[in-house]
């Protein structure tokens, strides 16, 4: 139980960090003109083009950069298996075995891979850092697929939870 919830608050603490491409409709209060005019001195050293900084006490935002910009949601994809898995496959000690159909196209997609084979049995947990950590497409097709059965259905799941949770700006295509 304290692993799921590690994990959970990981993946929720990155998400918070991406939460601007999704942002939830009607439940922010937003800064009145002054989330970004922080003094010199108190304004974050932050080097992406895009952050999202808010109080989840109260929903202020307290900083934002880049926040309106649409980007391409690559990581959110990734955010999205990694928090559905955490959901789904709650022993992260069970073995999973990774298949051609897992693997598919990936190469020659140039797909970035934590570098699972077919034959591979790497554990629910490796899976989840190895979908994290490098990106890696082979996770979070080997986790979509151990979860829903097919990477069709598991986009229908990936949609209905960012439906469930208000995210209104998204519409996943695949799950990597």
């Excluded at 898995?85 to 891979?113: F, H, Q, Y």
Aim: net charge negative; with cysteine; charged share 20%.
């Amino acid at each position: 139980m304290f692993m799921k919830r590690k994990w959970i608050c990981i993946v929720l603490s990155v998400f918070t960090f991406f939460f601007n491409v999704f942002p939830l409709q009607n439940s922010i209060v937003y800064a009145e003109g002054n989330a970004n005019q922080y003094a010199a001195e108190e304004k974050p050293e932050i080097t992406s083009d895009y952050a999202y900084l808010i109080d989840l006490d109260t929903g202020q935002v307290l900083y934002e950069k880049g926040s309106s910009d649409r980007i391409y949601p690559a990581s959110m994809t990734k955010m999205m298996t990694t928090i559905l898995a955490i959901e789904n496959l709650p022993d992260t000690s069970m073995t999973v075995t990774v298949t051609e159909e897992m693997l598919a196209g990936l190469k020659e997609a140039s797909a970035s891979r934590a570098g699972f084979d077919v034959g591979d049995e790497p554990t629910v947990l490796d899976l989840l850092y190895g979908d994290i950590l490098p990106s890696g497409a082979d996770c979070s097709r080997a986790l979509s697929f151990t979860i829903a059965g097919s990477e069709e259905a598991y986009v229908d799941l990936m949609n209905a939870k960012a439906r469930h949770d208000r995210y209104a700006l998204c519409q996943y295509n695949r799950p990597a």
